[in-house]
């Protein structure tokens, strides 16, 4: 084999090698129950290459599926407002990046980390994994979340922990252990905030005034 190719069978081994070891670059989503979340991540992924991926529909897949030994312990916190142990649920999310077939691995991760063993699990499990771009925070009054998450649950959302009694559960559980954590990203210079009671596409224009920032 002459030089040349050789020399060019090498620059592709190379080349293979640094797309299959490229860290997917993640955005935190994060917010109160209710706060737009999710309606945000999908204004970002028809607009930018991202894969949305959410924690909680993580976990409610996996409750769902027959074969799951965690279904019925992840049916318990949800049912009750209170956080999935970290090892569940960075586990489901490593997974869905692994299996990801977006060729930018960039990933919007919603409604997570939701409290400090969640942020420490990650940091443990994933934070030398993947590159943080930055956390944008829905900022949203309660009494708004409330009534989103309320009207949610009406039009057949399927979701056990849409009704008043979860989300005033939800809602403490928000403010105790999730907004720590946002405050301390914020203190990173980290954090994007964001009016989320704005209608959708406002709420986009004005999140994709960040974008140059955080990264394509």
């Not at 009750?80 to 990801?100: F, H, K, W, Y």
């Amino acid at each position: 084999m002459s030089r040349t190719l050789v020399a060019g069978a090498r620059r592709c081994i190379r080349t293979m090698s640094a797309v299959t070891t490229q860290k997917p670059e993640v955005v935190f989503i994060l917010g109160g129950p209710g706060a737009g979340k999710g309606t945000l991540c999908r204004y970002i992924v028809k607009h930018y290459d991202y894969v949305h991926l959410s924690a909680g529909d993580l976990l409610r897949e996996e409750r769902a599926k027959l074969c799951s030994e965690y279904g019925e312990l992840i049916e318990t916190h949800i049912r009750n407002g209170t956080i999935v142990p970290v090892e569940i649920t960075c586990s489901l999310i490593d997974r869905a990046m692994q299996t990801s077939k977006n060729p930018h691995h960039r990933f919007l991760i919603d409604g997570f980390p939701r409290n400090q063993d969640n942020l420490d699990g990650w940091n443990k499990v994933m934070a030398e994994k993947v590159i943080l771009k930055g956390v944008i925070f829905c900022e949203c009054s309660e009494e708004v979340c409330t009534q989103r998450c309320l009207n949610r649950g009406a039009s057949g959302s399927g979701r056990s922990d849409d009704n008043e009694q979860s989300l005033v559960l939800r809602h403490q559980t928000y403010l105790k252990n999730t907004l720590p954590i946002i405050e301390m990203y914020e203190q990173q210079g980290l954090v994007y905030k964001v009016n989320s009671m704005k209608s959708p596409e406002e709420v986009f224009q004005d999140v994709a005034e960040f974008f140059p920032k955080i990264g394509w």
